[in-house]
């Protein structure tokens, strides 16, 4: 059970095991998928992809139940990322794939970090999965976006507008790791979506996490302090229903799926299309914080 703190958003005790059935689905769909789209079962990739699943889901699950230490969580988020390194096409040296192992590792906290409102994360991802699926008929990679997308699509009736259910640590974690693997796939798999289309996707998320930690740098806060500073936390202090607030997350993905499609097609250079999802978030950004300094209350 997750029970309310002084950082929580919700008021009464919630379940927090749904991740456990999005791990389950997703690992049990993709090899079904891959034989429905002429494929073997497993490959190296997919094989190495869904063990690291498997590790992390279960340390999450059992930091779920025992609260761990951090530092038991960063040690399996970096083995489970280095699993994905090396069975995921990255290049054959070093500094890829300690770049790959970051990505990795990061990804995995900053969705993690945005698991905060009913719906945000899991309808975040839900979307981006879908997108990315869109935006790559017939690439292998939709034997791995579809069944995600699907299991979520499961869990976020549970979860949003009212949440009956969180996905807590262990479907939070997964999804960020299985969103960075999905974009070191881009990058350097041939026939995929090309290397901008996660980050254009996941600009929201990704933009609240770097944002946030930039600013608590600049203040000299510690960085893996626990605390209610994020963006989206920020506008449901200053008045904004936490519903609304998830709904501009979600479209934020959308805005993101269609900037990198019209990017795609050459109607706008990498450049332009990231500058385009963006210029959102900078808007985003600078209305919460001007609301968030006019509540009443003593400031955070």
């Known amino acids: 059970m997750d029970h309310p703190g002084h950082r929580s958003s919700h008021t009464r005790p919630t379940p927090k095991g749904g991740g456990i059935g999005?791990?389950?689905?997703?690992?049990?769909?993709?090899?079904?998928?891959?034989?429905?789209?002429?494929?073997?079962?497993?490959?190296?990739?997919?094989?190495?992809?869904?063990a690291a699943t498997i590790l992390l889901g279960a340390v999450s699950w059992l930091d779920d139940v025992h609260q761990w230490p951090p530092i038991l969580k960063l040690g399996a988020q970096?083995?489970?990322?280095?699993?994905?390194?090396?069975?995921?096409?990255?290049?054959?040296?070093?500094p890829w794939f300690v770049l790959s192992v970051a990505i990795l590792v990061f990804m995995t906290n900053a969705v993690n970090f945005m698991d905060g409102l009913n719906g945000l994360v899991s309808g975040s991802v839900m979307l981006a999965c879908l997108a990315l699926g869109v935006l790559s008929p017939g690439s292998p990679l939709v034997t791995m976006v579809f069944p995600l997308a699907a299991a979520l699509t499961g869990f976020l009736p549970f979860n949003f507008p009212a949440a009956r259910i969180f996905m807590g640590d262990v479907g939070s974690q997964t999804c960020g790791l299985l969103l960075g693997a999905f974009a070191l796939v881009c990058a350097f798999q041939p026939g995929?979506?090309?290397?901008?289309?996660?980050?254009?996707?996941?600009?929201?998320?990704?933009?609240?996490?770097v944002y946030t930690?930039?600013?608590?740098?600049?203040?000299?806060?510690?960085?893996?302090?626990?605390?209610?500073?994020?963006?989206?936390?920020?506008?449901?202090?200053?008045?904004?229903?936490?519903?609304?607030?998830?709904?501009?997350?979600?479209?934020?993905?959308?805005w993101g799926g269609?900037?990198?499609?019209?990017?795609?097609?050459?109607?706008?250079?990498?450049?332009?299309?990231?500058?385009?999802?963006?210029?959102?978030?900078?808007?985003?950004?600078?209305?919460?914080?001007?609301?968030?300094?006019?509540?009443?209350?003593?400031?955070?």
């Open 22 to 50: 999005i791990v389950t689905a997703f690992v049990l769909a993709v090899p079904i998928g891959r034989v429905l789209h002429g494929m073997a079962p497993l490959d190296l990739p997919a094989a190495g992809l869904l």
């Open 78 to 94: 970096v083995a489970a990322s280095v699993l994905v390194a090396l069975t995921l096409p990255v290049p054959a040296t070093l």
């Open 192 to 209: 995929m979506p090309p290397w901008y289309a996660v980050p254009m996707l996941l600009a929201g998320l990704i933009y609240d996490v």
């Open 213 to 254: 930690l930039a600013r608590r740098w600049r203040r000299g806060a510690r960085l893996m302090e626990g605390h209610r500073e994020h963006l989206y936390q920020r506008a449901t202090q200053a008045g904004l229903s936490p519903v609304a607030v998830t709904l501009i997350l979600w479209s934020f993905v959308l």
């Open 258 to 300: 269609v900037m990198a499609y019209i990017t795609m097609l050459g109607m706008l250079r990498p450049t332009s299309g990231l500058s385009a999802v963006i210029l959102p978030q900078l808007a985003w950004s600078t209305v919460v914080e001007r609301q968030w300094t006019k509540r009443p209350g003593p400031a955070e």
